[in-house]
């Protein structure tokens, strides 16, 4: 299933949703995270049902009692069935105003399941196509940050879920997801939407929120440019990308490597063929190793020296043409 089509039931978004579920759902104390009637109703635009739908919100067991609608001191009654099957009839019962009828409707209840909660918060992560169950109903394997050489697991947790977690051996390598969570023994903990951006038809994760609760000395720290392999990494304000290795990155490396003086185009070009751009040109702009060619042909030696040497200077006297034509249209020649 794709993320855009997870997110959407009966035509409906159910993003908004989200945060509403996941109070209950990640502060619960007991084993299960119910929902009754009328709260499943107060959700707007018809996103209750398209939860249902979802998956997200499933069947529970009916309720045992309901809120009190008498406007009496009670704030719940307990309900009594009389009779079985279709023609089971069910009473509200109140101490002041004695029994009462019940539509049966009143008496639904669905409970949240964690996991398809999770399953959408994974798909935000990008890599992940679906939350990994670390504990049965209360810890989720969202996805992984990178930070320098570490790896940290983004973890969807209930209170219920802290004491098993912080006993394995990784809990350290953990940024917990959750309501007031302790961070003791973890890498950090963050709010729901700290962690993550709901709009009205998306989430998306806020991995900079992320890394901000790491250890400092797992973080990359300071910006820098420079070549690994065949790539080049460009890192600015902790973010990190990669480029190609072509001709830009090679021309911003020397012009890094001179900051707050001009570099000829000349020498930009003698950095990308490898020639020493102090040969390049004499004080009068002219080849500098002309003489230098000569003296080889007459002189006995090593004819592939002297090979390597013409090509260079075929180089050289590439570059100077060139260089040449950018001056007389920098002149308007």
Known sequence: MSWQKSIFANGVSIVRSLPTLLLPLLD??????????????????????????????????PASSVPALCGGDCSTHEVRRVGRGVAARFFEICPYDGLEPVDPLRL??????GKAV?????????VQPEAETLLPGVAWHLGDLSAGECSYSVVLATH??????????DASRMILIGQNLPTDGFAGCLLPNEAFAFSSDRVDARRQRLAQVLPLSSERIGNAFYRKGQMWVVRYERQETFLENNVGPLYIARLLATPNRPVPAVTLLASRIGIDERKLTGSSGELADEQTVEECRQAPGDADALRDLEEKQDQLRGIKDAYDALRRREHGM
């Open 28 to 61: 619960r104390s007991g084993s299960a995270c119910l929902l009754d009637d009328d709260t499943v109703r107060s959700f707007t635009d018809g996103e209750g049902d398209a939860m249902i739908a979802a998956g997200i919100l499933v069947p529970a067991k």
């Open 108 to 113: 639904r209840q669905w409970s949240i399941d």
């Open 118 to 126: 999770a399953d959408l918060l994974a798909k935000a992560m990008v």
């Open 160 to 169: 219920r879920a802290i004491g098993s977690l912080s006993c394995r051996k």
